[in-house]
T-cell receptor, first 116, second 113 residues
Framework: NAGVMQNPRHLVRRRGQEARLRCSPMKGHSHVYWYRQLPEEGLKFMVYLQKENIIDESGMPKERFSAEFPKEGPSILRIQQVVRGDSAAYFC??????????????FGDGTRLSIL | KQEVTQIPAALSVPEGENLVLNCSFTDSAIYNLQWFRQDPGKGLTSLLLIQSSQREQTSGRLNASLDKSSGRSTLYIAASQPGDSATYLCAVRSTGANSKLTFGKGITLSVRP
């Protein structure tokens, strides 16, 4: 079973550009979570999605950030007009239906975003 | 608002030592607590998951305990090895907070040969 797949592993963008981060959950998992790890900080929750629905986006910055998890294809975290402060490691996790409260979350290897 | 604390931030021990990593959380209304390992530049590997109704979980040389009422968990590592060097993170899943995890900042462990 393939684990949670994130790509790209490393992404470099210039200020003002757009960044798109992709996450394919484990097979059979329908719940996806995005977390951000800033330098010297712990992981912070950003958004929780099920297929075609955003369940909780309380951790997402109000501007420039958006996320989707379409019926087909990976979940996408999109950052528009990136700034230096967006430089961080972005992690995706997944869990299967029915285990979103009690089961473990399985994490990908992350995308390291660097803003020049 | 749930807050998770892990102290100290870093720990260095000689090989072979048994050690305990601590995690505390402010709100005892949780579904479960999960311990992770993170190697530099890598993702998170789940080590142990303890449900709120459980007292401990064991996997190999690792044992995690949970005292929900006092808001504490410990990760016990027996006979530490240099390969155990990594950052250890604990995370709680609070009730009433959907299913998101709240993480501590982690403890960076170095096991000296």
């Amino acid at each position: 079973n393939a684990g949670v797949m994130q790509n790209p592993r490393h992404l470099v963008r210039r200020r003002g550009q757009e960044a798109r981060l992709r996450c394919s959950p484990m097979k059979g998992h329908s719940h996806v979570y995005w977390y951000r790890q800033l330098p010297e900080e712990g992981l912070k929750f950003m958004v929780y999605l099920q297929k075609e629905n955003i369940i909780d986006e309380s951790g997402m910055p109000k501007e420039r950030f958006s996320a989707e998890f379409p019926k087909e294809g990976p979940s996408i975290l999109r950052i528009q007009q990136v700034v230096r402060g967006d430089s961080a490691a972005y992690f995706c996790a997944s869990s299967p239906m029915g285990q979103e409260l009690r089961g473990p979350q399985h994490f990908g290897d992350g995308t390291r975003l660097s803003i020049l | 608002k749930q807050e998770v604390t892990q102290i100290p931030a870093a720990l260095s021990v000689p090989e072979g030592e048994n050690l305990v990593l601590n995690c505390s959380f402010t709100d005892s209304a949780i579904y479960n607590l999960q311990w992770f390992r993170q190697d530099p530049g890598k993702g998170l590997t789940s080590l142990l998951l303890i449900q709120s109704s459980q007292r401990e979980q064991t996997s190999g040389r690792l044992n995690a305990s949970l005292d929900k009422s006092s808001g504490r968990s410990t990760l016990y590592i027996a006979a530490s090895q240099p390969g155990d060097s990594a950052t250890y993170l604990c995370a709680v899943r609070s009730t009433g907070a959907n299913s998101k995890l709240t993480f501590g900042k982690g403890i960076t462990l170095s096991v000296r040969p």
